[in-house]
């Protein structure tokens, strides 16, 4: 488990996907950090491009929205279907947005 490895989310079908935006450095807390992924043809309205990157998995669209950020339990995890580590600039960019407003 790593920061920005994607996990299924077994507790919803609105958020099928859960993204770990956790520092490593803090992997042996009981608890990660994360931000719930939607498909993007569920949501109202259009996500915010800064906050919001839209990622493809399993060839359907999804956004990740960061304003939705919670803690669970290391444990409540479910399988890991991958990592966004390749776009960690623009993760850390909605971070930021969220956070500064930067």
Known sequence: MAQFDLF??????T?????????DLLRDLASRV???????????????????????????????????LAAIPTKALGASVGTLRGRRDELVAALDLLFTGV
């Not at 299924?8 to 079908?13: A, D, F, L, T």
């Not at 958020?15 to 520092?23: G, H, I, R, S, T």
């Not at 309205?45 to 669209?61: E, F, T």
Request: hydrophobic fraction near 40%; avoid cysteine.
């Open 8 to 13: 299924e989310n077994p507790r919803s079908k």
């Open 15 to 23: 958020y099928p996907f859960l993204l770990d935006v956790q520092a």
């Open 34 to 68: 994360v931000a719930p992924l939607a498909p993007v043809s569920k949501l109202r309205g259009k996500p915010l491009a800064r906050l919001n990157p839209i990622v493809s998995i399993g060839g359907r669209d999804h956004a990740v929205l960061f304003q939705e």
